[in-house]
């Protein structure tokens, strides 16, 4: 068939089924409809996976995610990186760890006389952290990948399911035996290769609204052919529709269940870099006409727009990113960089004047989300627009 929507419209769509456009009540309802949320370190503002939340739950604070891990309705796990996912989804996590119990590697070979030694420790003493197992001082510790022996064998047994995370303290990890951790009434039975390939794609199409079979495996190896027949068998079946569009690979959906939205307010939402609306860059160049690139790995002097840079998307378009930064000491949000895109506002409808109160509402609202009790512009591409907000932060 052809393609049944517009860019403008698959980016409505999309929208929509990532639970921008309609508040969640709950943070396991919204985790099951986004199929999980991406874990990050870097905290020169709030992290990626409270931040994603936050986007999409009216009244979310970070110990909401504690709430969650304590009362088992979230783990943690692998999706395409390290990730919360709904606790319902455990029994898929159990297709990865089989195939590393069964020898396959993930950063490293396990060293197995010391993942015994440290599965015995917290048999026998409970749940711990890393930093709680002895470290050789004279050893050297190179690159962050060259961990502690223990280290090592903790995310060894992690991956393989041997332990679960009980809990972050400090963003650190407590690991715990799966037994102690899991519900009782998780599902445990190992997925088949159709059953597993099933799981990806369903969750892929509810969560994003459409994509290929590229986007679906998104960094998982050695899944294109499983996922290929999958597609095509629950296409022949009608579970899913699909198109070609010229110069792309064929594009798949949920035809029955689409329905797009009537209307998109007037609003602006500040996006985390590894949100999951954005973190395929090509589908969001491709698809919604949008280049961005993550500058944390960027040497300084190469960058363009600024370490961590936030996709701005407003209503249904996206015209530009601002480089952020907590200065928690001032308790002050400092806009480092804010670049629009040529034609962000092209027309009457996308006008400087109908963007400047919908960008201040999520600035102070993103504001308040980091602590701080003001923010201030540094510097701006766009200079009538940095002229307004100079007034309007003082």
């Known amino acids: 068939m052809t393609n049944p929507?517009?860019?403008?419209?698959?980016?409505?769509?999309?929208?929509?089924?990532?639970?921008?456009?309609?508040?969640f009540e709950s943070l396991p309802a919204l985790l099951q409809q986004l199929s999980y949320v991406q874990i990050d370190s870097i905290n020169v503002v709030e992290r990626a996976h409270h931040h994603v939340l936050h986007s999409r739950l009216p009244h979310y604070a970070t110990s909401m995610l504690d709430q969650a891990m304590g009362d088992k309705s979230v783990f943690e796990y692998w999706s395409h990186a390290a990730a919360y996912l709904p606790i319902e989804d455990y029994r898929f996590s159990l297709y990865r760890k089989q195939?590393?119990?069964?020898?396959?590697?993930?950063?490293?070979?396990?060293?197995?006389?010391i993942m015994r030694e440290v599965k015995a420790r917290i048999t026998a003493e409970g749940p711990l952290k890393a930093n709680q197992f002895k470290h050789d001082a004279d050893a050297k510790n190179g690159a962050w990948w060259d961990w502690k022996p223990a280290k090592k064998a903790l995310e060894q047994l992690f991956m393989q399911g041997e332990l679960m995370v009980a809990r972050r303290d400090k963003f650190q990890k407590v690991y715990d035996l799966t037994e102690r951790v899991l519900p009782n009434h998780i599902d445990t039975?190992?997925?088949?290769?159709?059953?597993?390939?099933?799981?990806?794609?369903?969750?892929?199409?509810?969560?994003?609204?459409?994509?290929?079979?590229?986007?679906?495996q998104y960094l998982r190896k050695g899944l294109k052919p499983l996922l290929t027949k999958t597609l095509a068998q629950m296409c022949e079946q009608g579970d899913i529709a699909s198109f070609t569009e010229p110069h792309t690979r064929q594009v798949?959906?949920?035809?029955?269940?689409?329905?797009?939205?009537?209307?998109?307010?007037?609003?602006?939402?500040?996006?985390?870099?590894?949100d999951n609306l954005v973190i395929q860059r090509q589908k969001l160049k491709q698809w919604f006409g949008f280049d961005y690139q993550i500058e944390v790995y960027v040497p300084e002097a190469k960058r363009?727009?600024?370490?961590?840079?936030?996709?701005?998307l407003w209503r249904d378009r996206f015209v530009g990113r601002v480089d952020v930064k907590a200065d928690r000491k001032n308790q002050c949000l400092l806009l480092q960089q804010l670049h629009f895109e040529p034609a962000a506002f092209s027309t009457d409808a996308f006008s400087r004047d109908a963007f400047i109160p919908a960008f201040i509402d999520a600035i102070n609202h993103y504001s308040k989300f980091n602590n701080c009790q003001r923010w201030q512009l540094v510097a701006c591409?766009?200079?009538?627009?940095?002229?307004?907000?100079?007034n309007a932060c003082q």
């Not at 419209?9 to 929208?15: A, R």
């Not at 363009?304 to 996709?311: A, D, K, R, T, V």
């Not at 591409?381 to 100079?390: E, Q, T, V």
């Open 5 to 23: 929507y517009s860019a403008t419209q698959w980016l409505q769509l999309s929208m929509q089924q990532q639970g921008l456009l309609q508040p």
């Open 381 to 390: 591409n766009d200079k009538a627009i940095g002229k307004m907000l100079l």
């Open 252 to 274: 798949y959906f949920y035809q029955p269940k689409l329905t797009l939205p009537s209307t998109i307010a007037n609003k602006v939402w500040l996006l985390n870099p590894f």
């Open 189 to 216: 039975t190992v997925p088949s290769d159709s059953e597993f390939a099933q799981h990806l794609i369903k969750r892929y199409l509810i969560a994003h609204g459409f994509g290929n079979v590229q986007q679906i």
């Open 99 to 113: 195939q590393l119990q069964q020898g396959d590697k993930h950063w490293f070979e396990p060293e197995h006389k």
């Open 304 to 312: 363009q727009y600024g370490y961590y840079s936030l996709p701005i």
